[in-house]
């Protein structure tokens, strides 16, 4: 990653980045209203005290836009983390399991995955089940591991052709060995590559379950339901549908330009090798 944060792309997604991170885990500390408390009128423009107006129900804009980071960011990694041990230990076994009917069979099975609409699965899951942080991290990792596990498991087959992989094999290593000690750790930079789209996925998916209401609920603050709740002001005070968008936006904005920055720099250093 520091290789990437050389080019102009890397720089500015840092910084960019670092403003979203600072907004959400510091904010919460520095929030001048309580999320909850009405501060003046409903759907107000600026007010003394609140310099972004107010909500639909007379709430701080700035205080809630400074409490729902949290909420968006820790789904989303948590998401990813859970996406990507699903699709490492699927897809790396697929590629280097001895019985092709059992990689047919896994590899099917992600297919089918993958040719289901995201929010549809989503919502019919959370429908079934109900709504919660857990049920979220949960749908949104099913929505993203099919694809990570595809890539991953043509990634382990590229490596698997190599001698030191075909030596690990005919020694006897066992398979979670094999995966850890050989395939692993040459296959993290597309990895990480991989990552930021599967991060910005799980953003997209985690705002629009909130932007829908079937995600977090009133009155917590969340950038997505906070672009849902206040529509009805958008003529009375577009701050409180603008702030919330803004801070999504830089936020795939940031995760895009590192995700670039740093694919960019994989494909030179390996089309120099």
Do not use: C, K
């Amino acid at each position: 990653m520091p290789a990437a944060l050389r080019t102009r792309r890397g720089v500015l997604g840092i910084i960019v980045l670092a403003f979203v991170l600072a907004v959400a885990f510091v904010g919460p500390f520095v929030a001048p209203h309580p999320i909850d408390v009405p501060v003046g009128p409903p759907g107000s423009g600026p007010i003394p005290g609140a310099p972004l107006g107010t909500d639909f129900l007379g709430r701080d804009v700035l205080s809630r836009v400074l409490h729902g980071g949290v909420s968006v960011l820790t789904v989303a990694a948590v998401s990813v983390l859970l996406t990507y041990a699903l699709a490492l230990s699927i897809g790396m076994f697929a590629a280097l399991t001895r019985r092709r009917w059992l990689d047919t069979l896994l590899m099917a099975t992600v297919e089918v995955l993958i040719v289901l609409p995201p929010l549809l699965l989503l919502l019919v899951l959370i429908s079934g089940v109900g709504t919660s942080t857990a049920v979220m991290v949960i749908g949104v990792a099913l929505v993203l591991f099919p694809g990570a596990a595809r890539i991953i498991r043509a990634a382990t087959l590229e490596v698997g052709t190599t001698g030191y992989i075909e030596s690990a094999i005919s020694r006897g290593e066992r398979m979670p060995a094999l995966m850890r000690r050989e395939v692993l750790p040459n296959i993290t930079p597309m990895v990480l590559a991989d990552g930021g789209v599967r991060f910005l996925g799980a953003i997209f998916l985690v705002a629009s379950l909130n932007f829908l209401g079937v995600g977090s609920q009133p009155p917590s603050a969340d950038w997505g339901l906070m672009i849902s709740e206040n529509r009805q002001i958008l003529q009375t005070n577009p701050l409180a549908l603008l702030a919330p968008a803004t801070m999504l936006a830089l936020l795939t904005i940031s995760v895009n330009l590192l995700a670039d920055s740093y694919a960019h720099t994989l494909g030179r250093s390996g089309a120099g090798r």
